[in-house]
C-alpha cells in the first residue's frame, strides 16, 4: 500500500508540473492591406496583393505623382496588432521604377516583418534584357553548329544592316549574302555574290562591310606594290564597282599592308568615310565616300599604341566623333581626324573589346562590342553595356567608368585563339506600324568563331 501511495504521489506530481499550450494574446497576421493615399490628390484607394506564405504585398503600378515619402497603409490584422509606423518613405533611385521595403505587425512583444513592393506607372525605355531571341551559328553548343565558313581562317570578315549579314571568306563556297529572316527561321539559304572582275592583292578579298543594302569588300594589300582594292554592290547578282583601286605609293605616308582593317562609316544617303588602319599601326587611311560608291580624298591619319593589325573605328550616331580602338588598346572617342578627344582605362572593361557601337533603342543609349581571342586566356564575347546616363558620349562614359562596369547582356561565342582574330559587330532595329521602336537586333562575328544575332523586345511595364 506505501508503494501504491507514493507512486500515486508522484505520477501526481507530473501532472502538476507539465507544461500546457496557452494560446498567445499577441497574435501577428496581416489579413489584408491597402494604400489610402495614391494618386496626385492623395485621396486614391489602391488595394495590396498579399501572399502570407512569402510575406510579400504587392500593389498595382501607382501614379508618379503620389507622395512616396509619406505612404499611408489600412491593414486588417490580428486582434490588438497595429503596423510599427503611421507613414513610411519609399525612396526610388534614380531610373528604377520599383522599390521595396520592410513593414513590421507588431502586437505587444512579438512582431512579424512583411516586404512590401510599391512600383510606378512611368514610361520605360530601353530593351528588355532579360527576353533574348538568339539565332546562334557559332562555337556555342547553345545554338546551330558553327557555320561551315568560319574554319581555317578563311572567313575574317562579315557584315550586319539587319536585313543581310554578309559573309566574306576564301572558302570554296565564295562571298555571299544571308537573308535575316531565313536565319531567323532556321534556314540557310547563300545568296552568291557576282565575284567576277574580283582579283589582285595578296588576297582578292579579306574584309566587308554591308550598310543600308549596300555591300562593301576590300582585299588584303600587301605591300607597297600591291593595289588596294574595294568592290561595291548594290545588286548582288552583278558584277561589282571598283570603286577604289590604288596604287598606295601614290599616297605619301602609307603604310605598308591594309585590308587587315576595314571600318565603313556611311549615312543613308552613301556619304562619309571609309577608315584603314595598316598592319604595322604607323597610320590610319581615310578615304571620303559620296552617293555610296564615290572615293575621293586619301588622307593620312595618326594611328595610336596597342592598335594593332585589327583596329575599328565607328562614327557614334550622327555626331563628327568615333569609337577607336584595337585589340590591345582601350576607347578612345576621337574625331574625324582621329584626334583623341577622351581615352578610357584599360580595365573598365575587357581590352580586347573590338569593333564597338554606340546603340540607341526605345530612347536608351548602349555600348556594343566583341571581344577577340588574341592569346589562349582570351575568350570571345559580346557585351553589351547601359551608357544612357550622359549628355554626350564623353560625359556617358565618365558615368560608366566611375559605375560598377557591369554589362547588361553577355553571350559567349567560343571562338579560339588565333594569329588574325579579327571581329565584327552590326546592330539594327524594326520599327512598329507606328514609326516606334519595337525590335533591337545585335550582331557578333569572330575569326573561327562563327556569327550571333540576338533579338530583345523592348521594355514594358509588367503587371
Same mark, same amino acid.
Given at each position: 500500500?506505501?508503494?501504491?501511495?507514493?507512486?500515486? *504521489?508522484?505520477?501526481?506530481?507530473?501532472? @502538476?508540473?507539465?507544461?500546457?499550450?496557452?494560446?498567445?494574446?499577441?497574435?501577428?497576421?496581416?489579413?489584408?492591406?491597402?494604400?489610402?493615399?495614391?494618386?496626385?490628390?492623395?485621396?486614391?484607394?489602391?488595394?495590396?496583393?498579399?501572399? #502570407? &506564405?512569402?510575406?510579400?504585398?504587392?500593389? /498595382? !503600378?501607382?501614379? /508618379?505623382?503620389?507622395?512616396?515619402?509619406?505612404?499611408?497603409?489600412?491593414?486588417?490584422?490580428? @486582434?490588438?496588432?497595429?503596423?510599427?509606423? #503611421?507613414?513610411?518613405?519609399?525612396?526610388?533611385?534614380?531610373?528604377?521604377?520599383?522599390?521595396?521595403?520592410?513593414?513590421?505587425?507588431?502586437?505587444?512583444?512579438?512582431? !512579424?516583418?512583411?516586404?512590401?513592393?510599391?512600383?510606378?506607372?512611368?514610361?520605360?525605355?530601353?530593351?528588355? %534584357?532579360? &527576353?533574348?531571341?538568339?539565332?546562334?551559328?557559332?562555337?556555342?553548343?547553345?545554338?546551330?553548329?558553327?557555320?561551315?565558313?568560319?574554319?581555317?581562317?578563311?572567313?575574317?570578315?562579315?557584315?550586319?544592316?539587319?536585313?543581310?549579314?554578309?559573309?566574306?571568306?576564301?572558302?570554296?563556297?565564295?562571298?555571299?549574302?544571308?537573308?535575316?529572316?531565313?536565319?531567323?527561321?532556321?534556314?540557310?539559304?547563300?545568296?552568291?555574290?557576282?565575284?567576277?572582275?574580283?582579283?589582285?592583292?595578296?588576297?582578292?578579298?579579306?574584309?566587308?562591310?554591308?550598310?543600308?543594302?549596300?555591300?562593301?569588300?576590300?582585299?588584303?594589300? $600587301? $605591300?607597297?606594290?600591291?593595289?588596294?582594292?574595294?568592290?561595291?554592290?548594290?545588286?548582288?547578282?552583278?558584277?561589282?564597282?571598283?570603286?577604289?583601286?590604288?596604287?598606295?605609293?601614290?599616297?605619301?605616308?602609307?603604310?605598308?599592308?591594309? $585590308?587587315? +582593317?576595314?571600318?565603313? +562609316?556611311?549615312?543613308?544617303?552613301?556619304?562619309?568615310?571609309?577608315?584603314?588602319?595598316? +598592319?604595322?599601326?604607323?597610320?590610319?587611311?581615310?578615304?571620303?565616300?559620296?552617293?555610296?560608291?564615290?572615293?575621293?580624298?586619301?588622307?593620312?591619319?595618326?594611328?595610336?599604341?596597342?592598335?594593332?593589325?585589327? *583596329? &575599328? *573605328? &565607328?562614327?557614334?550616331?550622327?555626331?563628327?566623333?568615333?569609337?577607336?580602338?584595337?585589340?590591345?588598346?582601350?576607347?578612345?572617342?576621337?574625331?574625324?581626324?582621329?584626334?583623341?578627344?577622351?581615352?578610357?582605362?584599360?580595365?573598365?572593361?575587357?581590352? !580586347?573589346?573590338?569593333?564597338?557601337?554606340?546603340?540607341? %533603342?526605345?530612347?536608351?543609349?548602349?555600348?556594343?562590342?566583341?571581344?577577340?581571342?588574341?592569346?589562349?586566356?582570351?575568350?570571345?564575347? *559580346?557585351?553589351?553595356?547601359?551608357?544612357?546616363?550622359?549628355?554626350?558620349?564623353?560625359? =556617358?562614359?565618365?558615368?560608366?567608368?566611375?559605375?560598377?562596369?557591369?554589362?547588361? %547582356?553577355?553571350?559567349?561565342?567560343?571562338?579560339?585563339? +588565333?594569329?588574325?582574330?579579327?571581329?565584327?559587330? $552590326?546592330?539594327?532595329?524594326?520599327?512598329?506600324? =507606328?514609326?516606334?521602336?519595337?525590335?533591337?537586333?545585335?550582331?557578333?562575328?569572330?575569326?573561327?568563331?562563327?556569327?550571333?544575332?540576338? #533579338?530583345?523586345?523592348?521594355?514594358?511595364?509588367?503587371?
Amino acid at each position: 500500500m506505501l508503494l501504491i501511495a507514493i507512486l500515486g *504521489m508522484f505520477f501526481t506530481s507530473c501532472e @502538476e508540473d507539465f507544461p500546457t499550450n496557452v494560446e498567445s494574446p499577441y497574435e501577428v497576421v496581416l489579413k489584408s492591406i491597402k494604400i489610402v493615399n495614391a494618386g496626385a490628390d492623395g485621396n486614391t484607394v489602391v488595394e495590396g496583393r498579399l501572399d #502570407e &506564405n512569402t510575406k510579400t504585398v504587392w500593389f /498595382p !503600378r501607382l501614379d /508618379p505623382e503620389t507622395d512616396l515619402t509619406a505612404i499611408r497603409f489600412e491593414a486588417e490584422m490580428s @486582434e490588438g496588432a497595429q503596423l510599427d509606423k #503611421e507613414t513610411y518613405s519609399f525612396e526610388f533611385e534614380e531610373g528604377k521604377d520599383e522599390e521595396t521595403i520592410v513593414i513590421k505587425v507588431v502586437n505587444g512583444p512579438r512582431f !512579424r516583418e512583411y516586404f512590401v513592393t510599391l512600383r510606378l506607372n512611368v514610361p520605360v525605355y530601353g530593351a528588355d %534584357f532579360s &527576353n533574348p531571341q538568339i539565332f546562334d551559328h557559332t562555337n556555342n553548343e547553345l545554338g546551330n553548329p558553327i557555320y561551315p565558313t568560319f574554319v581555317s581562317s578563311l572567313t575574317r570578315g562579315s557584315g550586319f544592316d539587319g536585313k543581310h549579314v554578309l559573309i566574306v571568306t576564301r572558302a570554296a563556297e565564295g562571298s555571299h549574302l544571308l537573308d535575316v529572316n531565313d536565319l531567323k527561321n532556321n534556314e540557310i539559304k547563300p545568296i552568291p555574290l557576282n565575284l567576277n572582275g574580283v582579283s589582285g592583292g595578296t588576297f582578292p578579298v579579306n574584309l566587308g562591310a554591308q550598310v543600308y543594302g549596300h555591300t562593301y569588300i576590300a582585299n588584303l594589300s $600587301g $605591300g607597297l606594290v600591291s593595289p588596294l582594292k574595294i568592290y561595291h554592290w548594290s545588286d548582288p547578282s552583278q558584277e561589282p564597282q571598283v570603286i577604289a583601286n590604288i596604287n598606295k605609293a601614290d599616297i605619301p605616308g602609307a603604310g605598308a599592308r591594309h $585590308g587587315d +582593317n576595314l571600318s565603313v +562609316n556611311i549615312d543613308q544617303n552613301g556619304n562619309g568615310y571609309i577608315f584603314l588602319g595598316d +598592319n604595322a599601326v604607323t597610320q590610319i587611311l581615310r578615304f571620303k565616300v559620296q552617293n555610296f560608291t564615290e572615293i575621293s580624298e586619301p588622307t593620312i591619319l595618326p594611328s595610336q599604341p596597342g592598335l594593332g593589325a585589327f *583596329m &575599328n *573605328m &565607328n562614327r557614334i550616331g550622327n555626331t563628327d566623333q568615333y569609337l577607336l580602338t584595337g585589340h590591345e588598346a582601350p576607347f578612345m572617342v576621337v574625331n574625324a581626324e582621329a584626334t583623341v578627344l577622351y581615352k578610357m582605362a584599360n580595365t573598365s572593361i575587357p581590352i !580586347r573589346s573590338s569593333d564597338p557601337r554606340i546603340v540607341y %533603342f526605345n530612347g536608351e543609349r548602349y555600348l556594343l562590342t566583341v571581344t577577340a581571342a588574341r592569346s589562349g586566356s582570351d575568350p570571345v564575347v *559580346m557585351y553589351v553595356y547601359d551608357l544612357t546616363r550622359g549628355e554626350t558620349i564623353i560625359e =556617358a562614359l565618365e558615368i560608366f567608368e566611375a559605375g560598377s562596369k557591369t554589362p547588361v %547582356f553577355q553571350y559567349s561565342l567560343l571562338g579560339p585563339t +588565333n594569329t588574325s582574330p579579327s571581329t565584327q559587330t $552590326g546592330w539594327y532595329v524594326t520599327k512598329d506600324e =507606328a514609326g516606334n521602336d519595337d525590335k533591337l537586333m545585335l550582331y557578333g562575328a569572330s575569326n573561327d568563331a562563327g556569327f550571333v544575332i540576338v #533579338e530583345f523586345p523592348k521594355k514594358t511595364l509588367d503587371e
